[in-house]
């Protein structure tokens, strides 16, 4: 099925381990992003990548890279995981501008321990 | 800059009443207005969206949202809700990039 897939589905990690969340989508969107979800705060986006080739900074970016391999994946990593960065995290993708929502992939839950 | 404000964090509800989210919204530009649904332990799925002409906007199981533009609002309805809604609702507004509320959990009770 398209859409937006990510890995892995669950990970932990002791505080100071550094790891990298994979995200690929097959839908030929230009615009990708990463949020994480805590609760009662909603989504935060973290980074964006509008086109292939660009990343900027979103709400949240501290403690965190990205790297926009090429038009279809966009990684996430945690260079120093700290229990802080326990969430989840959501990738997305879209057309660049317009009317158009995103298309979500299943999250990733991370646990800083 | 564009921010969202979801009045209710949860909202409990028998089965078959009728229940209202509340979503505003505050923008110097004009923007798209979304609803998203999550349903435990997935991840975000669009319900509807506003993006212009008629101000209701439907969505295939029976919600919609009418778009206010004097009040800033973009409030989520549905007249008799089943157990199978009972998920965590967000609402959001895009004008380059799309910013979520902090989301409201209905749980409807049998």
């Known amino acids: 099925n398209a859409g937006v897939t990510q890995t892995p589905k669950f990970q932990v990690l002791k505080t100071g381990q550094s790891m990298t969340l994979q995200c690929a989508q097959d839908?030929?969107?230009?615009?990708m992003y990463w949020y994480r979800q805590d609760p009662g705060m909603g989504l935060r986006l973290i980074y964006y990548?509008?086109?292939?080739?660009?990343?900027d900074k979103g709400e949240v970016p501290n403690g965190y890279n990205v790297s926009r391999l090429n038009k279809r994946e966009f990684s996430l990593r945690l260079e120093s995981a700290a229990p802080s960065q326990t969430s989840v995290y959501f990738c997305?993708?879209?057309?660049?501008?317009?009317?158009?929502?995103?298309?979500f992939g299943s999250g990733t839950r991370l646990t800083v321990v | 800059a564009q921010s969202v404000t979801q009045l209710d964090s949860q909202v409990p509800v028998f089965e078959e009443a009728p229940v209202e989210l509340r979503c505003n919204y505050s923008?110097?530009?004009?923007?798209?207005l979304f609803w998203y649904v999550q349903y435990p332990n997935q991840g975000l799925q669009l319900l509807l969206k506003?993006?212009?002409?008629?101000?209701l906007v439907e969505s295939i199981n029976g919600f919609e949202a009418e778009f206010n533009k004097s009040q800033t609002s973009f409030h989520l309805r549905k007249p008799s809700v089943h157990i199978s809604d009972t998920a965590e609702y967000f609402c959001?507004?895009?004008?380059?990039?799309?910013?979520f509320g902090t989301g409201t959990r209905l749980q409807v009770f049998p």
């Open positions: 997305a993708s879209s057309e660049v501008s317009g009317p158009w929502g995103y298309t």
């Open positions: 839908m030929n969107h230009n615009s």
């Open positions: 990548s509008a086109s292939e080739g660009t990343t």
């Open positions: 923008s110097s530009v004009s923007v798209y």
């Open positions: 506003y993006l212009s002409g008629s101000t």
């Open positions: 959001a507004v895009k004008a380059d990039k799309l910013i």
